[in-house]
C-alpha cells in the first residue's frame, strides 16, 4: 500500500501520481525511479514527470546520475515551501481578483429588467456564513442597523472561530467601502451593546460611521446596490436568530437605503446616555 498522501498536497496543484511521489522519497530518503513506483504504487510512465514537477517547485532534489536518484528533504523545509506556493498561489489570485471582479460586473450590467433574487439561510450559522459573508465583499457601501440579535449572532460566530467583523473590516479598508452602522438598543439590552463595542473595538475602528437608537424595529444590512439582508429573530428560539432572507433587488435596497439616511438622521452620535449598564456595572 503507497503512504497515504496529506489533503493538503492538493491545495498545491499535486495530482494524485505527484503526491505519492512525493510521500514515497519521503518515506524513503533517497531512491531510484523504479523505488518510487513501487513504494508509491506509480506507473512507471508517471514518476519521471511527477519528479520534475517537483524538483521543479523545490520539493525533492535530482541527481542526474544513471539511473537518475531522488533524493528528500528535511521535513520542516518540505513543509515550510508547501507554505511558500500556497501563499505564492493565494498572491497571484488575489492580483488578478480586481480583473475578476470587473469581468463578473460587466456581465451583470447587462442584464434588464427587474429581476429580484431571495435566498433563505437558517439559523446563526447559516446567516453569518451565508448571508453576512456578502458584506466581506462589499465594493461601495454598507449601511447596516444591528439590535441584540446581531451582536448574539456575531458573538457567538467569532467565538466559534469565524472572525466576519474582521473580514468585513479588513475588506472595507482594502476597498475604501463606506460602512456605517446604527445599533439599535433597549434598555435592557444597553449593557450588551456596550459589552459589544468593548469587545470588538479594534474591528469597528473601520467603520466610517456609528450612531445609537432607542428607535427598536427590524435589523438590516444594505451591501452596495442591489443586495439587502434581513434578518429574522423570535423570543421563543433559543438562539434567537432562526434564519434571514438575502434579496436581490435595487428598489428595495433603495428603499431600505433611504430608510437607513432618515434614520441615521435622528440616531445619537454617542453612548453618554447609556455608560451605566442596567445591572449595575458601570462601562
Not at 498561489?89 to 460587466?106: K, M, N, V
Amino acid at each position: 500500500m503507497p503512504p497515504t498522501d496529506p489533503d493538503q498536497l492538493g491545495h498545491i496543484g499535486l495530482v494524485l501520481y505527484e503526491r505519492r511521489a512525493l510521500m514515497a522519497l519521503m518515506l524513503c530518503g533517497v531512491a531510484d525511479a523504479a523505488t518510487l513506483c513501487r513504494e508509491g504504487d506509480i506507473p512507471s510512465s508517471k514518476i519521471y514527470l511527477a519528479m520534475e514537477k517537483l524538483a521543479g517547485l523545490g520539493l525533492v532534489h535530482v541527481q542526474p546520475t544513471r539511473p537518475k536518484m531522488f533524493a528528500a528533504l528535511p521535513t520542516a523545509v518540505v513543509v515550510g515551501r508547501i507554505i511558500e506556493i500556497a501563499r505564492e498561489q493565494s498572491d497571484r489570485f488575489a492580483a488578478d481578483a480586481s480583473a475578476l471582479h470587473a469581468t463578473f460586473a460587466g456581465l451583470r450590467s447587462r442584464v434588464r429588467g427587474r429581476q429580484p433574487f431571495l435566498d433563505l439561510a437558517l439559523g446563526v450559522e447559516g446567516h453569518i456564513r451565508r448571508h453576512l459573508v456578502p458584506l466581506a465583499a462589499a465594493r461601495k457601501r454598507i449601511l447596516s442597523y444591528l439590535e441584540a440579535g446581531d451582536l448574539m449572532a456575531i458573538d457567538t460566530a467569532v467565538k466559534g472561530g469565524f472572525p466576519i467583523l474582521r473580514r468585513i473590516a479588513r475588506n472595507a479598508s482594502e476597498h475604501g467601502v463606506e460602512h456605517r452602522v446604527v445599533f439599535g438598543f433597549s434598555y435592557q439590552s444597553a449593557g450588551r451593546l456596550v459589552e459589544f463595542l468593548k469587545a470588538h473595538r479594534h474591528d469597528l475602528r473601520q467603520m466610517t460611521g456609528v450612531r445609537y437608537s432607542g428607535e427598536l424595529g427590524h435589523p438590516f444590512h444594505v451591501v452596495d446596490d442591489d443586495t439587502v439582508v434581513l434578518p429574522l429573530d423570535h423570543p421563543f428560539v433559543k438562539e434567537g436568530r432562526f434564519a434571514s432572507l438575502l434579496v436581490r433587488d435595487r428598489e428595495l435596497a433603495d428603499s431600505l437605503a433611504e430608510g437607513f439616511q432618515e434614520l441615521w438622521r435622528k440616531a445619537m452620535r454617542n453612548l453618554r446616555e447609556i455608560q451605566v449598564d442596567p445591572r449595575g456595572h458601570r462601562a
